[in-house]
């Protein structure tokens, strides 16, 4: 039975590693210097296994930007999932982000630091919320390079990822004028937020003046995230910020971006995000 098992188990990691690009783009630090709290370890090496990453000690974007004749303006932070532990940056990361560069929509991956890591020191709100914040913050400085309107970033997460891009609709502030870092000048507030599959829901609340929201789930989910999803865009409606809502009934979690991959209702959620985007005004139609 070990023996049946080590087999699928290695089938299923090359099956997630062949979803990896080959050439990944050069990863840009989001601090000079190192993260606050974490400078004497930012030359650490991660560790990986291919697919999954973690010891992650020097936050970094990775950027897929189309070329300025194919740009549509937009842009997206991308948080992978992996329970706070590890970055899922297969089917929750990089292949997304080739499709977003390749529809005109800049995208980022975003590594950030790991709350629920073995040893680790580091927590949520403290630290990787330091690092989705300072992602939105560096992309908006350099926005005229990139092709990207500074008003129409967004971020999306997946799972452990989802609460990131929740936090930083829910609070975010408009940069210091005065900062000596012209980075830190910059505001933290996305102007949409896409949430597949997010945890924690419960921690979610919707006040008026925030992004407007579109959320993919699915229905055979934990029943804090299928039922949770459906409860935050009622939250949404009440406080009067534009949610769009969707459960696919034949997912449940993780299914993230695979291209040809089933369900295939699933799969068409970015195409879905598309939409929502040009209806909203944050995306030109092609």
Sequence with gaps: MSRLLLVLFSL???????????????????WEKG???????????EQTDGT??????????????????????????????????????GHEGYALAEWFRDHGIAAFVLKY?????????????DHAMADARRAIRLIRSRAAGWHIQPDRLGILGFSAGGELAAFAAMKSD??????????????????????IYPGTSALFNAEKGMPPL???????DRPDISGGMATLYLKYKAAGVKAELHLYANAGHGFGYRPGAKPD???RWPVRLTEWLIDSGLLKEP
């Design 214 to 220: 579109f959320i993919a789930a699915g229905y055979n």
């Design 12 to 30: 299923q990691t090359a099956a997630f590693a062949a979803e990896l690009p080959k050439n990944l783009p050069q990863a840009i630090p989001l």
């Design 174 to 195: 408009p940069g210091r004028k005065d900062a000596v870092d012209p980075v830190e000048r910059q505001s933290s507030r996305p102007d949409f937020q896409a949430l």
């Design 265 to 267: 209702a699933a799969m």
């Design 35 to 45: 993260a606050p709290g974490s400078e004497s370890r930012k030359d650490e090496a």
């Design 113 to 125: 630091r790991l709350a629920r890591e073995p040893g680790s020191t580091y927590t949520i709100q």
């Design 52 to 89: 999954n990453v973690c010891n992650v000690h020097n936050p970094t974007i990775a950027p897929y930007v189309p070329a300025a004749d194919t740009s549509t303006g937009t842009a997206v932070i991308i948080c992978p999932g992996g329970g706070h532990s590890k970055l899922c940056l």
